[in-house]
Nanobody, 120 residues
């Protein structure tokens, strides 16, 4: 029933910007953290940025200073603002919600991904 849908990906030139969105629907338990991950062909999935329920943020060194993770609780949407994009940022981007039920059971949800391609 829970679905995460990413959008906002596309083709952009190096130095450009994109804003990714992850809209959540369905019943989601208490959220511990939300994050963006990416995976390029032939590479492992890597953490890009996270934001906790307390609004603490963390970023991968490779995107620090260029990307900003944020959320809109009213819209139940997670965002990733990506500036100064580089070709090495090219990857499929996936949003993730890490939640805990009232019984203390952890649930993790993933979106289907959105492609970001940065040309040189």
């Amino acid at each position: 029933q829970v679905q995460l849908v990413e959008s906002g990906g596309g083709l952009v030139q190096a130095g450009g910007s994109l804003r990714l969105s992850c809209a959540a629907s369905g019943r989601i338990f208490s959220i511990r953290a939300m994050g963006w991950y990416r995976q390029a062909p032939g590479k492992q999935r890597e953490l890009v940025a996270t934001i906790t329920s307390g609004d603490s943020t963390n970023y991968a060194d490779s995107v620090k200073g260029r990307f900003t993770i944020s959320r809109d609780n009213a819209k139940n949407t997670l965002y990733l603002q990506m500036n100064s994009l580089k070709p090495e940022d090219t990857a499929g981007y996936y949003c993730n919600y890490d939640s805990v039920s009232a019984y203390g059971v952890r649930y993790t949800y993933w979106g289907q991904g959105t492609q970001v391609t940065v040309s040189s």
